[in-house]
Nanobody
Framework: QVQLVESGGGLGQPGGSLRLSCAASGSIFSLNAMGWYRQAPGKQSELVAA???????NYADSVKGRFTISRDNPKNTVYLQMNSLKPEDTAVYYCNADKLIGAVVVMYWGQGTQVTVSS
């Protein structure tokens, strides 16, 4: 089992910044990609950003140039630096990690952290 614990959410101002962290613990050997999803009220969950074990990244178009995902492998932690925040970034953000167990990719999720962007 892998446990993911997020921190760093809260209230941000439009144009401001917030940084999310997600620490992985448990059976973390051979974790593959880690990332962040978000779900706004009344909307479907969407991938915000992901980073592979080798450091390759991909971003949703809506956050490109504003958000940066990074990963500290020795600390088993992934970060999401969110700059130039917009009200539409308001959502619950979930940390995600996947691991190949045999021939099956198993997905793990954090409990979610609320991000609210408002003046």
């Amino acid at each position: 089992q892998v446990q993911l614990v997020e921190s760093g959410g809260g209230l941000g101002q439009p144009g401001g910044s917030l940084r999310l962290s997600c620490a992985a613990s448990g059976s973390i050997f051979s974790l593959n990609a880690m990332g962040w999803y978000r779900q706004a009220p009344g909307k479907q969950s969407e991938l915000v950003a992901a980073i592979s074990s080798g450091g390759s990244t991909n971003y949703a178009d809506s956050v490109k140039g504003r958000f940066t995902i990074s990963r500290d492998n020795p600390k088993n932690t992934v970060y999401l630096q969110m700059n130039s925040l917009k009200p539409e970034d308001t959502a619950v953000y979930y940390c995600n990690a996947d691991k190949l167990i045999g021939a099956v990719v198993v997905m793990y999720w954090g409990q979610g952290t609320q991000v609210t962007v408002s003046s």
